[in-house]
Structure formats: structure tokens, C-alpha cells
């Protein structure tokens, strides 16, 4: 059974400040690493990672996917309040399992 | 366009009773999931859709849950005699494609329905 595991699970910083998320991950056959936000409700898609070593880049977010170390690291830089929520790692393509998540809760 | 949307946004039922739970999903996608998010868990899996094809019930828990798809669009959950560990939030997603990992296969999730089984 794939198993994704996600980490800090919660961290508080402070607004300009720079996080990084990690999710890591067991699984038989590696199909897509994928990363959603969580505020409220619905999950919002992020990135979807296939390859190892390129970064992938939306705004002041950014990911990358290590296939050897089996990990992928989310990154959000210059960090506002609109960036507080839960970060969801998934792996798969049809049936993604999904790590706990990372609660990232951001102060001004 | 319209995301995917579902129906209750809340629903609160005694234990024993059966619910139904609906998910209407982006127009034109072929792909649809049910998953369901428990207080301190993860997002689960429970069944998927894809065109025409028969369904993965791999991930459904037990026999009172079951789910249907008509017309390949909408879809409704069934959960049958309902029981408090059933108390959760189901999530519905659906994509474009299914079964690659290119841009266009991503789930799209809807809203959720809070089940509450008291």
C-alpha cells in the first residue's frame, strides 16, 4: 500500500518569512506526486510532479520531486496571510494517497 | 467555468438512517472520485469512475456504502445504516483524463459534504 508521509506536520511563521514542506513516500510503482492547498473546503491544485529535479513554479511557490530520496519539498517564499492553510501531498493517478498534510498558519 | 460542486454542503443524520450524497463534476470531464477526510486523517479513497468502464470500489470501507454514476455526469454516494465512524467529510474530484500523469489527468475536488451521524 503507498504510503506518504508529510512534514512539520503544523508550523507557524511570520508573514515575509519562507517555508518548506517535505513530503515523503513509499510506493510500489511511482505514478505522479501531486500538492494541494486546503483552506476551508475544497483542495485547489497545485503542482503535479513526474520528473525528478525540475522545479516547478507558480508565484512565490515552487516544488520539486527527488525520485532517488523518494521526497518532493514545497516551498512558498515572501509567505502572506492568504498562504495559512493545510498543504496536502498525494501520490498516484486514479487513486491518490494522500500524506495528513502540512498546517502552515502564517502571522502578520 | 463551474467547478464541481456537491450536495448537502451539511448533513446531519441518526445513526441507523441511510444518506445520499451528490457530486455534480466539471462539464466534459470523464473522471470522477469519491474520497472521504476524518478529523486528524488523511484524505481516503473510496471508489472512482471512469467513462463507461466498471468502477474501483477498492476503497469503499464496508457494504453499506456504495455509489453510482448515471449518464457518465453526476454521481451519488449511498451510505446505508449509517454508523458514528461514518461521520466525516466526502470529498468529490474529477478530471479531464484518468490513468496518466500529465496536466490534464489532476483531480479537481468539490466543496465537500460534513456528514454528521449522531
Known amino acids: 500500500e503507498d504510503k506518504v508521509v508529510q512534514s512539520p506536520l503544523s508550523l507557524v511563521v511570520h508573514e515575509g518569512d519562507t517555508v518548506t514542506l517535505n513530503c515523503s513516500y513509499e510506493?510500489?510503482?511511482?505514478?505522479?506526486l501531486l500538492w494541494y492547498k486546503q483552506e476551508k473546503k475544497a483542495p485547489t491544485f497545485l503542482f503535479m510532479l513526474t520528473s525528478s529535479g525540475i522545479e516547478k513554479k507558480s508565484g512565490r511557490l515552487s516544488s520539486i520531486l527527488d525520485k532517488k530520496e523518494l521526497f518532493s519539498i514545497l516551498n512558498i517564499t515572501a509567505t502572506q496571510t492568504g498562504d495559512s492553510a493545510i498543504y496536502l501531498c498525494?501520490?498516484?493517478?486514479?487513486?491518490?494517497?494522500f500524506g495528513k498534510g502540512n498546517q502552515v498558519v502564517v502571522i502578520p | 467555468g463551474a467547478g464541481v460542486s456537491q450536495s448537502p454542503s451539511n448533513k446531519v443524520t441518526e445513526k441507523g438512517k441511510d444518506v445520499e450524497l451528490r457530486c455534480d463534476p466539471i462539464s466534459g470531464h470523464t473522471a470522477l472520485y469519491w474520497y472521504r477526510q476524518s478529523l486528524g486523517q488523511g484524505l481516503e479513497f473510496l471508489i472512482y469512475f471512469q467513462g463507461n468502464s466498471a468502477p474501483d470500489k477498492s476503497g469503499l470501507p464496508s457494504d453499506r456504502f456504495s455509489a453510482e454514476r448515471t449518464g457518465g455526469s453526476v454521481s451519488t454516494l449511498t451510505i446505508q445504516r449509517t454508523q458514528q465512524e461514518d461521520s466525516a467529510v466526502y470529498l468529490c474530484?474529477?478530471?479531464?483524463?484518468?490513468?496518466?500523469?500529465?496536466?490534464?489527468?489532476?483531480?479537481?475536488f468539490g466543496p465537500g459534504t460534513r456528514l454528521t451521524v449522531t
Open positions: 498525494a501520490h498516484g493517478n486514479n487513486r491518490l494517497a
Open positions: 510506493v510500489t510503482n511511482f505514478r505522479s
Open positions: 474530484a474529477s478530471s479531464l483524463l484518468a490513468g496518466g500523469f500529465i496536466l490534464g489527468y489532476e483531480q479537481y
